[in-house]
């Protein structure tokens, strides 16, 4: 099936297993941006590098008026220990490709080597390279950076592997496909004193008991069944000794939706019983809630165009069922430009299949080539691009 990409396909696995021996984190992907500027080059790209940091864009045209396709891939590592032992494995202690973004960057820069071979077609492809995806909104800095001003695409796409989908599979649906996701802080002020004497102060612990236990009621009792939300508290810190009440306690956590009403609901929710359980408790409490990564919501006829696209490339495919409560700031470029993001199972047949941001996580090689196929069939799709 992928015979038509056998000369690029070793080429383009060496690229990736040296990607994930070289990690690097947020805005920090100097040499990882390198590579992706060279290869691009080389393939006859024109190249801009540089934008909302360290992002590449590579864009392919050959001078005829047509559609414009953006097509994403995200670069930056993990900050975690890879305990996996691949002969590729992490050289950065404490970084890691714990998310397969080295396999996206791999794919992305497959797929322009092999559509820069091709015939001339009518439009423009931009190849987009983004930092920082994870949780630091690379995606975002791009725009405001002017990626869609200097490099205007008419629909935008995107790929993220899937361990719970088979090798190779591609699903993608209309409208949700990845949640919101927001990070609450909430600190807990009291007095402090002596363990022996509770009487003699607030009590920050036993206010953040009641405040946790509170919390997680939100989503049964304050979000409409209709409405689907999630909200889990992360981190408890505060104390230093067994014999002395704290000062102070801080709780964080996460908030996961798929619309806006369902956020303010929440997010209303945490500050009232915050507001209360300081009232309750004789405690200062503040909150800060914090919006980060917006709802990843596809465009109906670009989901179309992606499964459409899966078929061309003989991939097997289907509607997603339901959203995933994961998130993804490609949720920003869909917010500028309509488009459609997609998962690629990798699910091994044999061995270990680690889940996202395992510590134990590879990304799958098998599935660069349906990678590339899938992307050059959007391609054919969007601007005409030959597939064979």
Not at 52 to 70: E, I, Q, Y
Not at 161 to 183: H, S
Not at 189 to 212: I, W, Y
Request: aromatic letters at 6%.
């Amino acid at each position: 099936m992928y015979q038509r990409f056998a000369d690029i396909i070793d080429a383009v696995t060496a690229i990736r297993h040296d990607i994930h021996a070289h990690p690097e984190l947020a805005y920090a992907e100097h040499r990882t941006a390198a590579l992706v500027a060279a290869q691009l080059a080389a393939a006859g790209l024109q190249v801009t590098t540089g934008i909302g940091g360290t992002g590449v864009v590579g864009t392919l045209s050959h001078g005829r008026p047509g559609p414009a396709l953006g097509l994403r891939a995200d670069m930056d590592a993990l900050p975690f220990h890879e305990e996996g032992s691949p002969a590729y494995a992490s050289t950065a202690p404490g970084v890691f490709h714990g998310c397969g973004h080295d396999g996206h960057t791999a794919i992305l820069i497959g797929a322009a080597r092999h559509l820069a071979s091709l015939p001339p077609f009518d439009g423009t492809i931009h190849f987009i390279f983004q930092p920082a995806e994870e949780g630091q909104a690379g995606a975002r800095a791009m725009i405001e950076d002017g990626l869609f001003d200097r490099f205007p695409c008419d629909y935008v796409f995107a790929l993220h592997n899937w361990p719970d989908l088979p090798a190779g599979e591609l699903q993608t649906r209309p409208g949700p496909i990845m949640a919101a996701a927001d990070k609450f802080e909430i600190v807990i002020h009291g007095k402090g004193g002596h363990a022996a004497q509770p009487h003699t102060t607030p009590d920050a612990v036993l206010a953040a008991a009641q405040l946790v236990t509170q919390l997680n009621t939100i989503v049964a009792r304050r979000v409409p069944p209709t409405r689907s939300a999630v909200l889990s508290v992360t981190q408890i810190a505060g104390g230093l000794t067994h014999n002395v009440i704290p000062a102070e306690v801080r709780l964080v956590g996460t908030v996961r939706t798929f619309d806006p009403q369902a956020q303010d609901i929440v997010e209303a929710a945490i500050r009232a019983m915050a507001q209360g359980i300081g009232i309750a408790t004789d405690t200062r409490v503040e909150v800060t809630y914090t919006r980060y990564y917006p709802a990843t919501i596809n465009d109906p006829q670009a989901a179309a165009i992606a499964l459409a696209a899966a078929a061309d490339a003989g991939l097997a495919h289907a509607e997603a069922p339901e959203p995933a409560f994961t998130s993804e700031d490609f949720s920003f470029m869909l917010q500028a430009c309509p488009g459609a993001y997609a998962w690629l199972g990798q699910a091994r047949t044999e061995g270990e299949n680690p889940a996202l941001h395992h510590p134990r996580y590879d990304f799958n090689d098998a599935i660069i080539g349906p990678g590339i196929a899938w992307i050059t069939a959007l391609a054919a799709r969007v601007v005409g691009a030959t597939v064979a």
